[in-house]
């Protein structure tokens, strides 16, 4: 770093009064200041900080939190600020409709970044139970996990889940998602977790991965596991 050093006069007290009074101009003294700036590397003003970099497109960033929610009615899945809408399509068993039937059960499933939304129906008398302990959910990055649910805590994640029961003609409605997706919620008496899948420009990679669930059931406690699959299809930006 250069210096700036004062030097005292060489000419005694009387012989200067006799001398001009000598002004340094102001673009000399401009000038001077740059040259201390250069020396000292160009450091910026206190208090400033550089911009962080920027992220590269396509590279993985933080998985943006969401909080336990129910359904949307909407026709569009996923969030009111995604950057893209995804497609889907239900690969097994096969619907257009995302829909299955057989004459004790009916199913109807709505995909989304969110979570896998799903109602059930019992389509006869005979009593049905959702075993979660023994479901398992498929991930987008084609990791098995547990099926987390609306019930589902940060806290009790490594406690056995309770069943759920689905009474004769009735229905009952959830969402589904890998109990690894759980995240501390910061002492919070709520659910935050991962989405299912990203809504920003990461949302371009997935394209043909899929994701389901196995799904148990004991009906009259005879236990019948369902698998549904679902495969992204494509994407339409926002």
Same mark, same amino acid.
């Given at each position: 770093?250069?210096?700036?050093?004062?030097?005292?006069?060489?000419?005694?007290?009387?012989?200067?009064?006799?001398?001009?009074?000598? %002004?340094?101009?102001? #673009?000399?003294?401009?000038?001077?200041?740059?040259? #201390? !700036?250069?020396?000292?590397?160009?450091?910026?003003?206190?208090?400033?900080?550089?911009?962080?970099?920027?992220?590269?497109?396509?590279?993985?960033?933080?998985?943006?939190?969401?909080?336990?929610?129910?359904?949307?009615?909407?026709?569009?899945?996923?969030?009111?600020?995604?950057?893209?809408?995804?497609?889907? %399509?239900?690969?097994?068993?096969?619907?257009?409709?995302?829909?299955?039937?057989?004459?004790?059960?009916?199913?109807?499933?709505?995909?989304?970044?969110?979570?896998?939304?799903? @109602?059930?129906?019992?389509?006869?008398? =005979?009593?049905?139970? #959702?075993?979660?302990? =023994?479901?398992?959910?498929?991930?987008?990055?084609?990791?098995?996990?547990?099926?987390?649910?609306?019930?589902?805590?940060?806290?009790?994640?490594?406690?056995?889940?309770?069943?759920?029961?689905? !009474?004769?003609?009735?229905?009952?409605?959830?969402?589904?998602?890998?109990?690894?997706?759980?995240?501390?919620?910061?002492? =919070?008496? @709520?659910?935050?977790?991962?989405?299912?899948?990203?809504?920003?420009?990461?949302?371009?990679?997935?394209?043909?991965?899929?994701?389901?669930?196995?799904?148990?059931?004991?009906? @009259?406690? %005879?236990?019948?596991?369902?698998?549904?699959?679902? @495969?992204?299809?494509?994407? #339409?930006?926002?």
């Amino acid at each position: 770093m250069s210096q700036v050093v004062g030097v005292r006069g060489l000419a005694s007290p009387r012989s200067s009064a006799r001398l001009p009074r000598m %002004r340094t101009p102001r #673009i000399a003294l401009a000038a001077l200041v740059s040259l #201390i !700036a250069v020396g000292c590397g160009g450091a910026p003003e206190p208090g400033s900080a550089p911009p962080p970099p920027s992220r590269p497109p396509g590279q993985p960033g933080p998985a943006v939190p969401v909080t336990s929610t129910v359904d949307s009615t909407g026709a569009i899945p996923g969030s009111p600020d995604a950057q893209y809408i995804y497609r889907f %399509r239900q690969i097994e068993p096969g619907s257009d409709r995302f829909a299955f039937r057989d004459r004790d059960l009916s199913f109807y499933f709505r995909p989304s970044p969110n979570a896998l939304y799903f @109602e059930v129906e019992n389509l006869q008398g =005979r009593p049905v139970t #959702i075993d979660w302990e =023994r479901s398992s959910f498929y991930d987008a990055e084609s990791r098995r996990d547990k099926v987390g649910h609306a019930t589902s805590t940060y806290r009790d994640r490594f406690s056995p889940q309770g069943t759920t029961q689905v !009474a004769g003609l009735q229905k009952v409605s959830e969402y589904l998602f890998p109990l690894d997706y759980l995240l501390d919620p910061g002492g =919070r008496d @709520e659910q935050v977790r991962r989405p299912l899948l990203p809504e920003d420009n990461r949302a371009l990679t997935y394209s043909g991965r899929t994701f389901g669930v196995d799904l148990a059931m004991l009906i @009259e406690d %005879r236990p019948r596991t369902y698998t549904f699959r679902f @495969e992204v299809v494509s994407f #339409i930006p926002r």
